[in-house]
């Protein structure tokens, strides 16, 4: 039921207001006391309110943060028993979903199964009519968020143009980078929860007008948001992409003393740069991330995709807070495509395939690609080959499978040959 990010689905086919009434249900019963926060998408105030009477009707005292970014959330949750986002992220606007935290931090496994299995077997828990929870709201969460990234970074006077996709990080980024002393130009920075300006995710193909923005007004650089805040990605000074596999290689490298934490989609270059750090790497997926941070006393975790975890401020991924430590660093060590241009950069190659049974076509795959080499199945199946590796997993947020290469002379050619493998098993 839940996936690499928290419970996502169809809003009205797969989340439903009944699921969000017993889910709410199943939280309030062992949480007498529950934070929740949604971001702008269309459905979002439909589930909290189902969500909502729920865990009142569990008996638990609700505490309404309005619309604010997941990782504003999670850390404000911090003070009651547990906190739910009503989001899905970086998903398409159709999507709805829930992700639920403790202490700052996703639920881990344990706390997972503990819902699921409520669900499973609908052993809901009704309080009497006179314990009824209670409801109440505040709008301290987003004032608490940005103090605490305000305490933790050095004023800036960098120009940065901000694309916030619709998102909920409307209502914080370009406030807190003004904070620090930018100038700020703005994209997409009134939350719509049908993301009219692009697509929730910030890769590559959908940052066009960012990109060229950031050149057009001789910017320092962009940043840009997906839909509830938790990922960041960038844009150099000369308009260029930041991939993934590069972004967390810089934080990486800056961040990292003894210990971090990484999914194993990450590109082989961390392990050449850093020297004498423990390098853990778990599933994909920020919980996963997370989790080993934690267990490690790790001081950076990051995926490729845009999440990054820095501990010091909550060990739920925070796109604002990353927002602000990178216009931090650009601004105390010069200009940020030479900074990029020192870190190596190997090629890699990633894509997805549609795919609504995902357990049968990974079966398939795993015999396939066991052929191929060694096998690793911490997630997925990776194999390690002499000219690099290849990694084709289930997504933990969507109905595909999707596909990672790294080589130094083969990335298309060994792509081509795990896309095959693929296409294959899902037809």
Not at 166 to 176: I, K
Not at 215 to 229: N, Q, Y
Not at 290 to 319: M, R, V, Y
């Amino acid at each position: 039921m839940f996936g690499s990010s928290g419970i996502r689905g169809v809003a009205n086919s797969e989340i439903t207001p009944g699921f969000a009434l017993n889910f709410g249900i199943a939280v309030g019963s062992i949480y007498p006391e529950v934070m929740v926060g949604h971001d702008p998408r269309v459905p979002g105030e439909m589930i909290e309110h189902a969500v909502v009477a729920g865990l009142l009707s569990a008996g638990s005292k609700v505490i309404k943060a309005g619309m604010v970014p997941t990782p504003t959330l999670a850390i404000a949750s911090r003070n009651y028993g547990c906190g739910i986002m009503i989001t899905a992220s970086h998903n398409p606007a159709r999507y709805i979903g829930m992700k639920v935290f403790k202490n700052g931090m996703s639920f881990d496994t344990r706390q997972q199964e503990e819902i699921e299995e409520i669900l499973k077997n609908e052993s809901f828990s009704y309080a009497g009519w006179e314990k009824t929870g209670g409801l109440s709201t505040t709008k301290s969460a987003l004032g608490e968020h940005s103090g605490s990234i305000l305490r933790n970074v050095s004023s800036a006077g960098l120009k940065v143009v901000v694309d916030c996709g619709c998102g909920a990080a409307s209502v914080l980024t370009p406030y807190v980078l003004k904070e620090m002393g930018c100038e700020v130009i703005t994209l997409n920075s009134q939350p719509d929860g049908r993301f009219p300006g692009r697509e929730p995710e910030p890769v590559d193909e959908t940052l066009g007008v960012l990109k060229s923005t950031v050149k057009a007004t001789d910017a320092d650089l962009g940043i840009a948001h997906d839909g509830d805040a938790d990922r960041m990605m960038a844009v150099d000074n000369m308009g260029r992409f930041v991939s993934g596999d590069k972004m967390l290689a810089f934080f990486a490298s800056r961040e990292a003393k003894k210990a971090i934490a990484v999914p194993v989609d990450t590109s082989r270059v961390i392990d050449d740069i850093l020297n004498g750090v423990k390098i853990s790497r778990t599933k994909v997926g920020d919980v996963y991330v997370a989790q080993e941070l934690n267990k490690i006393g790790g001081e950076f975790g990051g995926e490729p995709s845009g999440a990054w975890i820095f501990p010091k401020i909550s060990l739920c991924p925070d796109g604002i807070y990353a927002a602000a430590r990178l216009v931090e660093l650009v601004e105390k060590e010069g200009k940020f495509s030479k900074l990029l241009d020192s870190i190596p950069e190997y090629p890699v190659k990633r894509g997805a395939f549609p795919c609504q049974d995902k357990k049968k076509a990974m079966a398939e795959i795993a015999s396939k690609l066991g052929g191929l080499g060694a096998v690793n199945t911490l997630d997925g199946v990776r194999v390690d080959l002499k000219d690099g590796w290849i990694l084709v997993r289930p997504s933990g947020t969507e109905p595909k499978i999707r596909i990672t290469v790294e080589s130094a002379n083969k990335c298309d050619e060994l792509y081509d040959t795990a896309s095959e493998i693929v296409r294959r098993a899902i037809h």
